[in-house]
């Protein structure tokens, strides 16, 4: 009878812990900065992917689900949510030089 009791408690213990931490933050992250970081990646690829002119835009604008689903999906399973702003505001750095080099480049 009492591990039963035992049982109980350590199930309503783990019902009570968060799964991640800083909710908002990540929901943040989840919505406003991925779409962001999303958007900028579009015209951004053309400049690393090899592929030809005529899907320099097709293959990233196909991409773009995908791409985010995985960063949406990422601000919410890292285990710390500086590591997610790091990683996001790096892929706009990254991204953003890429356009600039792209259009004043000559």
Same mark, same amino acid.
């Given at each position: 009878? $009492? !591990?039963i009791f035992y049982m109980i408690s350590a199930m309503d213990k783990i $019902?009570?812990?968060?799964t991640f931490t800083a909710f908002k933050n990540r929901t943040f992250l989840a919505v406003v /900065?991925? /779409?962001i970081t $999303?958007? /900028?990646m579009i015209p951004a690829m053309p400049t690393y992917l090899p592929v030809v002119q005529n899907d320099? !835009?097709?293959i990233p604008v196909l991409l773009f689900p995908? !791409?985010?689903t995985g960063l949406f999906i990422y601000s919410y399973m890292a285990e710390s949510v500086k590591q997610v702003w790091l990683v996001m505001i790096s892929l706009n750095v990254i991204h953003i030089s890429c356009i600039y080099f792209a259009l004043f480049s000559k």
């Open positions: 009878m $009492s !591990i $019902s009570k812990k968060n /900065l991925t /779409l $999303s958007v /900028l320099a !835009i097709g995908f !791409i985010w």
